[in-house]
Nanobody, 120 residues
Framework: QVQLVESGGGLVEAGGSLRLSCAAS????????MGWYRQAPGKQRELVAT???????NYADSVKGRFTISRDNTKNTVYLQMNSLRPEDTAIYYC??????????????WGKGTLVTVSS
């Protein structure tokens, strides 16, 4: 079994910054794609950013130029640096990882989420 635990959420004023972390633990052989998603009240969960094992990144248009995703493979951890935060960034942020636990066996795991609130 694999567990993902997010941290770093909180309350910040518009224009401020936060750094989210998500660490994976358990039976892990390697981790392929890592990503961050968010769900605002009354809205569907949406992709924020992803990063492959090779370091290629992808961002939602709404966060390009403000958010940066990175990973530390030695720690099985993914980060999301969020700058110039806006009230519309308020949401629960979830990390997701595709974890390979054995030869030829892998699946997606989700964290439980961390709340980010941006005040105007």
């Amino acid at each position: 079994q694999v567990q993902l635990v997010e941290s770093g959420g909180g309350l910040v004023e518009a224009g401020g910054s936060l750094r989210l972390s998500c660490a994976a633990s358990g039976r892990i052989r390697s981790i392929n794609r890592m990503g961050w998603y968010r769900q605002a009240p009354g809205k569907q969960r949406e992709l924020v950013a992803t990063i492959t094992s090779g370091g290629s990144t992808n961002y939602a248009d709404s966060v390009k130029g403000r958010f940066t995703i990175s990973r530390d493979n030695t720690k099985n951890t993914v980060y999301l640096q969020m700058n110039s935060l806006r009230p519309e960034d308020t949401a629960i942020y979830y990390c997701k990882m595709f974890v390979l636990s054995g030869v030829g066996y892998g699946m997606d795991y989700w964290g439980k989420g961390t709340l980010v609130t941006v005040s105007s």
